[in-house]
């Protein structure tokens, strides 16, 4: 038995928990504003708040509908759009009504219930500025069939204007709630929420089925993708909510992440942050906002995907990830866990646990970049992340990592021992970049021609040491 709250419904069922939350609301509860759209995460069409008990706060994200297995709303609460509606418009509707912003009708529900997230977010950001580029932001994953995105931008920057206005920075979240609601953005039974959730069970589900084989389910980002119809009657043993997952923290000089960890814990984590100053920049080029609410680490690895960004990120911090089966663990390279295409060293029954890396000293750089046809919410041409350790102008150890140029994520071994014990100059980069290109091996298809990505990876290797503090390369000299 599944239990959750739906809107302002407390749903207990038996339905098959591979059976995704758009399908459960749409057919089985009839609420059809939730919309059908590309069924692969990449509209925003079916976009959904889910709110959970996190610390002792209740917090809200928006995340796809149409890959969301309904295990995975185990103990939380579920908005749709007409939990969204009140007897009238919310400011947020009201914003996007008054800038032309409705126009067909189909993306709307997606864009309020995104932007209505985006107004329940905690920031401590004054400037208006840098509200609006959140507002935004929060509708990356949306997309405006009648091109008409200006005048949905036009709304966010109004939403925020209007939150910025008030001083909300001081608030916890039980406090913003609650202006919220005085303010007409939510309805009033958001206020009895955190209760009612708290009276739930906190049972996740994770029993596997009598009706087939174990799936391990993660965010079900790309396994909904691939196989959605078998997905609904499989046996799977969900794991995004597993709290020994969901974990990052030091231990021994080395970072700790769990496999269940999402994309957004990792970027909002200040231990993460920490240590890599630039890791919001970085993140964000990693799909779209609900996305990243939805994606573990976990799961990005075991798809084995060529271009699988969070997997090109931590190839490059040699990290090490731990595997389980029935309780007993083993201790793996992340570069040696690819055999060949979709082929792992793991055992079917075998997950992911914990995923660890050195951490790097101060005198460290770590770039990653992405080239795609857009900037979010895309799939990389090509894309690649660098770990120099420095002893002052001397590289001491070097991790180089390459998605889309080969059959793997690729660990470029030979390269990354070329710049060891190096001095960083032109023709060091130069020389390096020529063994890269031997390393690699990438096709003609979709995404790019071979010259063409391999012109982005020399490009992209040039960027990590160009965007190296205190650099003094010219790229007019490397190219």
Not at 195 to 213: H, I, P, T, V, Y
Not at 359 to 386: G, Q, W, Y
Request: net charge positive; with cysteine.
């Amino acid at each position: 038995m599944i239990s959750f709250i739906l809107n302002n419904q407390t749903i207990q069922t038996s339905i098959p928990p591979g059976t995704t939350v758009l399908d459960f609301v749409r057919y089985h509860k009839h609420l059809v504003g939730t919309k059908i759209g590309c069924r692969e995460g990449d509209c925003g069409a079916c976009t959904v708040l889910v709110g959970e008990i996190k610390n002792g706060q209740l917090r809200y994200r928006s995340m796809t509908s149409c890959l969301m297995p309904l295990a995975n709303a185990q103990g939380k609460h579920i908005v749709t759009i007409e939990g969204l509606n009140m007897e009238e418009l919310s400011p947020v509707q009201q914003a996007i009504v008054e800038e032309g912003g409705t126009q067909c009708g189909f993306c709307t529900v997606g864009f309020v219930v995104s932007l209505t997230g985006f107004a329940m977010q905690g920031s401590d950001l004054l400037n208006l500025k840098d509200l609006v580029n959140l507002a935004v932001a929060s509708i990356d994953g949306n997309i405006c069939r009648c091109t008409g995105y200006k005048s949905l931008e036009r709304a966010a920057e109004k939403i925020a204007g209007l939150l910025n206005f008030q001083s909300l920075v001081n608030l916890n979240t039980d406090g913003r709630l609650q202006w919220l609601v005085e303010n007409k953005y939510l309805p009033h039974y958001f206020l009895e929420i955190k209760k009612r959730l708290e009276a739930l069970s906190d049972n996740s589900f994770s029993k596997k089925q009598k009706n087939g084989n174990g799936t391990f389910v993660g965010g079900g980002t790309d396994l909904f993708v691939q196989k959605p119809e078998a997905m609904v009657d499989a046996s799977i043993e969900a794991i995004f909510d597993k709290k020994e997952l969901n974990k990052i923290y030091d231990k021994g000089g080395a970072c700790y992440i769990g496999a269940a960890a999402t994309a957004t814990d990792i970027k909002e984590s200040p231990f993460m942050q920490s240590i890599f100053p630039k890791l919001k920049q970085h993140i964000k080029l990693v799909s779209s906002t609900p996305i990243r609410n939805m994606g573990t680490l976990g799961g990005n690895l075991v798809n084995a995907s060529p271009i699988g960004d969070l997997t090109i990120f931590f190839l490059a911090l040699d990290s090490s990830i731990i595997l389980n089966k029935n309780g007993n663990k083993r201790t793996l390279k992340l570069r040696h866990f690819y055999k060949a295409y979709k082929t792992l060293d793991k055992a079917p029954d075998e997950y992911i646990e914990t995923i660890f890396f050195e951490i790097p000293d101060k005198k460290s750089h770590f770039n990653f970049e992405k080239i795609c046809k857009r900037t979010h919410l895309d799939i990389a041409s090509v894309n690649t992340a660098c770990l120099l350790k420095m002893d002052g102008d001397i590289i001491r150890e070097a991790h180089i990592s390459a998605g889309g140029v080969g059959p793997i994520p690729k660990y470029l071994e030979r390269s990354s021992a070329a710049l060891k014990g190096q001095k960083i100059n032109t023709g060091l980069i130069k020389k390096t970049a020529a063994i890269i290109q031997e390393e690699i091996s990438p096709i003609s298809d979709a995404r790019g021609t071979e010259a063409y990505k391999r012109l982005l990876l020399r490009q992209l290797f040039f960027g990590h040491f160009l965007e190296m503090e205190n650099s003094t390369l010219k790229l007019e000299k490397l190219v």
